[in-house]
């Protein structure tokens, strides 16, 4: 099955509204953020990055170093924007709380002043209207509102412009009206996305020294005097309620165009949307526009024509459909029945427009066919209506729009169109979607599990039942937008992380994600979540499964990285506000972390669930095999019989595992979830094909002193058993015995064993170099196996075992792969590392194993 068959058009193919959901605040920007400690003084900050309403701030003289940036929220932070504390007779000085930033700032400059001269020449400051008042913390698209003056170019020419207001705003798609008209001509409203080259701020005219008059079509409405007025009514109007300029901060300048007048080319007729026909360059206005006319060899012939440039949406070279198989219309008069280029070009005398004329005509923009989206009707611009490709072709769309009569139901667009948006765009903004005539049914289809994305092999479904086989596409139009945005969803960093996720880079995630849409805020926290796991594809796998039949769920299109390979899975994420706490709850359960992780609530002391009891020493991890340890139930127990089956190995070295179980309690743990029992059953689970449906990558690691310890460990097991059978005096003595050698042996072998005890512990060393500890290693704290760590050569890593909370019975279940995988560490260092560490488990397997 292909991935695009039948699946909805992401935001990152429709560039216009990935554009718009943008913060207004731009990295690099600086302001002034009053310091914590000292209210009435501040210190200037750089904007690292943006995420909604949050920004991530850096104080001057930090340079590149980003240790100490801070999370701040733009609704309730005291910000300002740069020279505010100047005008208001504020104190500008670094936290009194920062020697660190202080005494790097005084090393090289004599005072503040020098220094903030320096930082902040040539700097772009944060505009005041986005810190203060309605505008503040407002994205870009939210900043134009209704009532908002632009000037907007004419089709006519590029040098006419006239003044419009924004009588509508649905996310970004504006609806604007010519001053001068009023709501009895709401039939010549025009409908533009703001981010459009056509429009410009109130004044840009002038400052170009272009013409201010009214469009050509509607000149004749009213007289100039009146005319006049109301440019002049829309001037005062524009300036008690400027515009913000940073709605046009992401408008693209137009590249210089290389055409002469006469060349040929292809272009998709703007009359009849489902043509490409022959076309002319009839004038050139100057380096970034030219008039482009449709050819017409009829005698009565009335010139169509349009203004373009180089990136205009539809214009191609010649030959065009040719090369891509689309029929190409003959112009008006044409004699002949085949129309071909050549003959025509020579019969004229003309040029065609070489390729570099053009933008890239095969970027598609990662559209497909018989993906879904929602598209502007070109017949009636305030309709938006479900939309489905039919063809795609280089950089263009043939597109069928549901719930319109045909044959004004099929149109061709460009990718780079600004009237084609993601599916629940139109949801999202509380904007009426046309429906289709009938519902749109998906075809049933598979799941896949998760698969590598340079994979050649196909997928392999695990479940054959069809998912979502009819959804209406129509939403109640007076549907309200608050139902599909959220509030913060909080990370909670001191919660149980659980088995799957890594507490260090949980720790490392914003406190926040949102406001916004619900889907959005979702997405980009399952992301986050996914990069600090320990095997991002296994928990990308876990949200795969996750779904509840009561939800009004969205698919979503996740992706995980994860040893040079990336997985992509599609995970079902709420819509409604409402239904998010349960969602984050169950997502919480799925990866068997603290239910209050991540929650709409923020907890801020001591968590509810009571959840820094738990560990993590109750799950192994053993090439992405979760399996929780036990005691094992009746049926585990292997029969004696099973014992004398040569060709059951795995079995009988399993089964003398068991036998311990029944011996000591303080075996039973280590025993059941030791590294080599999981080893042995990820083996035969392998074998039995129990987690064939698993798509993570599996690699084979040797240690070779796991090996070692493996091999000998049911003999040493057998052994034990006999000598401390035959009475704990024997015992005794040969303990004694060996502490008197290992004492005149100490200093011989101090070198090889730097792990000292604390005061007032006996720690021994035995003649062969081996450890002998002084407690019980499944007993051990977290403090206790960094004191350790910390008295051998890997005392660098000890911050490591601190941060994912490893104990005692943690640090036993550790292997070579397991510490290379979830401690990120070198093939080196690993080794290093589990020398040590197979140091405990032999001296606990001496000591304490029986």
Not at 52 to 66: A, E, I
Not at 533 to 550: I, N, T
Not at 698 to 722: F, G, I, K, M, N
Request: a neutral charge; glycine letters at 6%.
């Amino acid at each position: 099955m292909s991935d695009s068959e039948d699946a909805p058009a992401e935001e990152s193919v429709c560039t216009e509204v990935e554009i718009s959901l943008q913060s207004s605040f731009q990295p690099g920007m600086k302001l002034e953020v009053a310091n914590k400690g000292s209210p009435d003084s501040y210190w200037v900050a750089t904007i690292i990055t943006t995420c909604g309403q949050l920004l991530l701030l850096r104080f001057s003289g930090y340079g590149d170093d980003r240790k100490a940036d801070f999370w701040c929220d733009v609704m309730t932070a005291e910000l300002h924007p740069v020279g505010w504390c100047t005008q208001n007779n504020k104190s500008l000085m670094p936290p009194e709380d920062n020697t660190y930033l202080r005494k790097a700032i005084k090393e090289k400059y004599s005072d503040w002043t020098e220094f903030l001269v320096q930082d902040l020449t040539g700097a772009r400051t944060a505009p005041a209207n986005l810190l203060e008042g309605p505008l503040r913390g407002k994205n870009t698209v939210d900043l134009i509102v209704e009532g908002s003056v632009l000037e907007l170019r004419d089709v006519s020419g590029p040098f006419l412009y006239w003044p419009v207001r924004v009588v509508q705003n649905v996310g970004g798609r504006l609806r604007l009206r010519y001053a001068g008209l009023s709501d009895d001509h709401q039939a010549q409203d025009t409908w533009l996305f703001y981010l459009d080259v056509r429009l410009r701020p109130l004044g840009w005219a002038m400052e170009n020294r272009l013409a201010l008059e009214p469009p050509t079509g509607f000149r004749s409405l009213k007289s100039a005097p009146d005319w006049q007025e109301a440019l002049e009514d829309a001037r005062l109007d524009g300036q008690k309620n400027p515009l913000p300029l940073e709605v046009f901060k992401d408008h693209v300048d137009l590249p210089e165009h290389s055409f002469k007048t006469g060349m040929k080319l292809e272009m998709v007729s703007p009359w009849e949307r489902l043509q490409i026909c022959p076309v002319s360059v009839t004038k050139v206005y100057n380096e970034i526009y030219v008039q482009v006319t449709l050819d017409d060899l009829c005698v009565d012939a009335k010139p169509r024509f349009v203004v373009c440039h180089t990136n205009s949406p539809g214009i191609l070279p010649v030959q065009w459909s040719l090369k891509n198989g689309v029929g190409l219309e003959r112009p008006r008069g044409f004699e002949g029945q085949d129309f071909d280029w050549a003959d025509y070009l020579k019969q004229g005398g003309t040029e065609a427009a070489p390729d570099a004329c053009f933008p890239d005509t095969w970027q598609n923009r990662d559209f497909a066919k018989d993906m879904w989206l929602e598209a502007v009707n070109p017949h009636r611009p305030a309709e938006v209506c479900v939309a489905q490709i039919t063809q795609v072709r280089g950089r263009l769309l043939w597109l069928r729009l549901e719930g319109v009569v045909k044959p004004l139901s099929e149109c061709i667009v460009d990718v780079e169109s600004m009237d084609i948006f993601p599916v629940g765009w139109c949801e999202a903004n509380a904007y009426p979607l046309t429906p289709p005539l009938k519902p749109v049914c998906q075809k049933q289809k598979q799941i896949a599990v998760v698969q590598p994305e340079k994979q050649s092999a196909p997928l392999q479904p695990v479940e054959a039942t069809p998912v979502n086989l009819c959804l209406p596409v129509a939403m109640d139009p007076g549907s309200a937008n608050g139902r599909y945005c959220c509030s913060k969803i909080f990370v909670n960093h001191r919660c149980f992380s659980g088995p799957y996720l890594n507490k260090g880079r949980i720790a490392e995630l914003p406190q926040a994600v949102g406001p916004g849409k619900c889907t959005l805020v979702l997405k980009e926290l399952l992301s986050m979540l996914i990069n600090a796991a320990y095997k991002p594809g296994r928990v990308l796998k876990e949200l795969q499964e996750l779904e509840d039949q009561s939800w009004d769920c969205q698919e979503e299109t996740l992706k995980a990285k994860y040893k040079g390979k990336t997985y992509r899975s599609t995970i079902r994420i709420v819509r409604l506000a409402d239904q998010i706490p349960d969602f984050c709850r169950k997502v919480c359960v799925k990866l068997q972390c603290c239910s209050k992780l991540f929650s709409p609530v923020l907890v801020t002391d001591k968590c509810p669930e009571n959840c820094s009891v738990q560990t993590k020493t109750k799950y192994t991890y053993y090439y992405g095999k979760k399996r929780k340890l036990s005691k094992p139930m009746a049926g585990e127990e292997a029969a004696e019989g099973d014992l004398a089956k040569p060709t059951r190995r795995r079995k009988k070295r399993k089964a003398i595992f068991v036998q311990k179980k029944r011996r000591s309690s303080a075996v039973d743990y280590t025993a059941a979830g030791s590294p080599q029992d999981s080893e042995e059953d990820e083996e035969m689970a392998l074998q039995s094909g129990s987690e064939g449906t698993s798509s993570e990558p599996r690699e084979d690691h040797t240690d070779a002193s796991s090996v070692e310890v493996t091999s000998s460990r049911p003999r040493r097991a057998a052994t034990l058993r006999r000598t401390f059978g035959a009475g704990n005096a024997a015992g005794s003595q040969e303990a004694a015995e060996s502490r008197r050698r290992s004492t005149r042996s100490l200093s011989a072998h101090n070198q090889n064993n730097k792990y000292q005890p604390p005061k007032g512990h006996d720690m021994q060393v035995e003649e062969e170099g081996q450890l002998v500890l002084d407690s019980n290693p499944l007993e051990w704290s977290v403090d206790k196996v960094v004191q350790f760590i910390n008295c051998t050569d890997c005392a660098s890593l000890a911050n490591i075992f601190q941060e994912q909370d490893i104990d005692g019975q943690a640090l036993l279940l550790l292997t070579l792969p397991t510490v290379q995988e979830c401690m990120d560490l070198k093939l080196g260092p690993a080794i290093k590392l589990c020398h040590q560490i197979e140091r405990v488990k032999v001296a606990f397997y001496r000591q304490y194993a029986n």
